[in-house]
C-alpha cells in the first residue's frame, strides 16, 4: 500500500499571502504528499476559497498534487464546477485530487443564499454524473430532474482519465454515492473506529455494485501539534469541536504529542483501511504553523513514506 501523508488547512491563520506561500513552498520542498483546502463561502473568519486557491496552486507548484476537502457540489453549477476542474487538472500537470459531498445541514450557505436543502442529495448525485461524463466524453446529453443538457462538450479535458472523482460523507446514501460513482472515499471529522465501520460498508456496497474502490483510494486526517494535549491552541480546537460534533471523542481525535503519537494515531488509522492522509496542524501563528509542518517533514514524513 502506498501510504502517503498530505497536509491540510480549515481557515487562513496568516496574516497575508505572503505568509500562505512560503508555507506552500516549504511542503513543496520538504515532501508532502498533498496540499488540502477545506471548503467554506460563508464566514466572518478568512477562509480561501477552494476551487481559485487550487488554481493558484497550479501555478505556483510543480510537484505538490491538490484537492478539496471537500468541495459541496449542491452550491455550484456541474458545468461550470467540471471546466473548472478540468482546467485545474490540464495546467498543473495532472496534479488534482478533487472531492466532493453535499454538505452538512449545519453549513451557513444553505440559511444564507436561500438555497434549499431538500432532495441536495438527489442534486449531488446528477451533477456528479454529469461532472464524470463531461471529463471523459466528446460529448455528453442528459435529461435528469434537476439538470437537462444537450450536446454539451468541454476542452481540454482533464489530463488524468479518469479524473479522481474522490466522495465524502459517511451516511448510507453517502455510502451509495461513493459505491456507485466515486473512485475514492474522503472521511469527514471522525475516529479511527467511526472511519473502520465506514469503510467496512462502502467497501460492501462498491463490490456489490461490481466496480470495488481501489484499495488504495481511502483517505482520512486529523488535527496534529508538535506539543501537548495542555497547549492552549489544542484545548481550543478540542472546544470548538466538541461544540460542533457533540458524539466526536476528541481524546481520539485530535493528537498531541511527539512524533512517536503521532504515528501510533496513523497506526490506527491504517488498521480501519485508510491509506491517504490530510493532517491539519494546530498552530497559534504563521511561523508556528511553519515548524509544526518543518516537524512534521523531518520526523513522520521519512518513516511513512520511507
Known sequence: MAVRIGIGLAGFPFEGPRDFWRWIELCEAGGIDSFWQSDRLVSRQPQLESITAMAALAG?????????????????DPLVLAKECATIDYLSG?????????????????RATGIPTQRRGARADEALTLMARLWSEEEVSFDGEFYHYEGVSIAPR??????????????P??????????????????????VAGVI???????????????PEHYGAGFPFRFGSVDDTVVQRTARAFAAFSP?????????????EAILGRIAEYRAAGVTKFILRPMAESAEDLLEQTRRLEAEVLPVVHG
Not at 505556483?60 to 455550484?76: C, D, E, N, P, Q
Not at 467496512?200 to 481501489?214: F, H, N, T, V
Open 247 to 259: 458524539d466526536l471523542d476528541t481524546a481520539r481525535y485530535l493528537t498531541a504529542g511527539g512524533a
Open 200 to 214: 467496512a460498508a462502502i467497501r460492501k456496497a462498491s463490490e456489490e455494485a461490481g466496480r470495488p474502490l481501489d
Open 60 to 76: 505556483a507548484t510543480s510537484r505538490l498534487k491538490f484537492g478539496m476537502s471537500v468541495t459541496v457540489v449542491s452550491y455550484r
Open 173 to 194: 446514501a453517502a455510502v451509495r454515492r461513493t459505491a456507485r460513482l466515486g473512485t475514492g472515499w474522503l472521511a469527514g471529522i471522525q475516529t479511527a473506529d467511526q
Open 94 to 110: 495532472g496534479r488534482l485530487l478533487p472531492a466532493f459531498g453535499v454538505g452538512p445541514d449545519s453549513a451557513p450557505e444553505w
Open 158 to 171: 482533464p489530463l488524468q482519465q479518469p479524473l479522481p472523482l474522490w466522495i465524502g460523507g459517511s451516511s
